[in-house]
């Protein structure tokens, strides 16, 4: 087929695209004369016409932070724990070694958004994040949220034993909290599951397991400690 042949195919199938995917956008059974003003004049204003995107403006430094830490604390985000609890099992399984998890919760989150409002809630995540990097080791471990109102924690070169004494210093520290809230003192308190490797094999069930240990200790009113479940069950 001549060059120009298979030029003017290639822009034909690239425009019935376009055509279909117009249509499945708006949801509407638009001719083909209009579908080809859109596809061939896609800066022109009409009634399909989408928002333009607008981008920011970032630094190098803000451009790292946003890449590892959580938007709101300290604390690295989500995606970027995932990863290196992937790594710190992979390092576990292979050298043997001692691997812990804990979720941490905030007790009654819920309740203090619904009685005193998102700056009172901005105000115990602020604490609960700085409390928890303070109890842990800044050169090994690591503190991530995990969710609305939790954090994970990522304890290399950690067995059940020390996580559980940790656990337990954070639950104290964070009994020892409140955040003010307009006139009013808001007593903090948490909820922490642990869970290690071997225990559990791999990242999801790890976490998992945690995380049922938490809401054991959510179950039985709060500020607790519910160490590895599955080790006593093994």
Known sequence: MPKDDEDFVGRDNLFHRRVSDVRNKVGLNI???EALDLVQNPGRPN???????????LTDEEVDRRAFFDKDTPTYNFRYMLRS?????TRARRYKRALSVCVVVIDGYTDIFHQYGVLACEGAISSASETLIRACR???????????????????????????ILAERIRAKFEALSVMSQWNRIKLSSSIGICQFPDAQNLEEIIAQAEI???IVMEKGGNGVCVDILA???
Request: hydrophobic residues 35%; glycine residues 8%; negative net charge.
């Open 85 to 89: 609890l992937r790594r710190e099992l």
């Open 232 to 234: 006593e069950t093994t």
């Open 31 to 33: 001719n083909e004369s």
């Open 138 to 164: 800044a050169d090994v471990d690591m503190v991530g949220r995990y969710g609305e109102d939790r954090f994970l924690l990522i304890l290399p070169e950690t067995p059940i034993e020390g996580a559980g």
């Open 47 to 57: 009634i399909f016409s989408q928002p333009q995107i607008q981008y920011e403006d």
């Open 213 to 215: 240990a938490a809401e």
